[in-house]
């Protein structure tokens, strides 16, 4: 079972910057947080991944509560092309599978 | 950035028949490939886990008979769907990882059993 809870669906007005959280109440020590999309009839696209500290890059950035409990995806300035659903894995990295939830459906409205 | 290609993107096949999709991981050595299936609107369900030169580990209640995969080398993994069927048809998607943290996708490749 996916280890993640996220809403199911989120709108965000283009031009502003989306905030996509996750809770991962269980997640262990060792295990790290990633996010990815996936854009209608596509392979799932890597954004960024993190373990304690705030990670960023040039798609986005994640900030990781102290606790690690929770986690928040920003896309800072959001377009019509970041419409996807986006994806919150713990995963303890190399060769660990991934377990997908069910994701949040971003909407970008003009 | 490592790069997944997996092939076909799409396949059309009569039921009854075997159908054949590579994953490849392009600049890069993948120690383990992932398989995935995916209905329409609804996430990506982990098929099986693929070790180069080992047999494949595959999830509870997945057909290793009807879901053939061979992991060869260090930069292919063939899924085999045999004796494909109408309720077969659907996205299959393929994953590699390279040793580090990250894992990366294929685009993909839709099947639809007639």
């Known amino acids: 079972d996916a280890k993640t809870t996220q809403p199911t669906s989120m709108d965000c007005a283009e031009g502003r910057a989306a905030n996509l959280p996750c809770n991962h109440s269980?997640?262990?020590?060792?295990?790290?947080v990633y996010w990815y999309r996936q854009i209608h009839s596509q392979g799932p696209q890597y954004i960024i991944h993190?373990?304690?500290n705030n990670e960023t890059n040039e798609m986005a950035s994640l900030i990781i509560t102290e606790d690690r409990k929770s986690s928040t995806l920003i896309l800072p300035h959001a377009t019509l092309r970041d419409t996807a659903v986006y994806y919150c894995?713990?995963?303890?990295?190399?060769?660990?599978?991934?377990?997908f939830g069910k994701g949040t459906r971003l909407h970008i409205l003009p | 950035g490592a790069v997944v290609s997996q092939h076909p993107s799409r396949v059309i096949c009569k039921s009854g028949t075997s159908v054949k999709i590579e994953c490849r991981s392009l600049d890069f050595q993948a120690t383990t490939m992932f398989w995935y299936r995916q209905f329409p609107k609804q996430s990506l369900m982990l098929m099986a886990t693929s070790n180069e030169g080992s047999k494949a580990t595959y999830e509870q209640g997945v057909e290793k008979d009807k879901f053939l995969i061979n992991h060869a080398s260090l930069t292919l993994s063939t899924l085999t769907v045999t004796s494909a069927h109408p309720e077969d048809s659907s996205f299959y998607i393929c994953?590699?990882?390279?040793?580090?943290?990250?894992?990366?996708f294929g685009s993909g490749t839709q099947l639809s059993v007639l």
């Open positions: 993190g373990l304690k």
């Open positions: 994953s590699a990882t390279r040793g580090d943290e990250k894992l990366f």
């Open positions: 269980t997640i262990s020590g060792n295990e790290y």
């Open positions: 894995i713990v995963r303890v990295a190399r060769d660990d599978k991934i377990i």
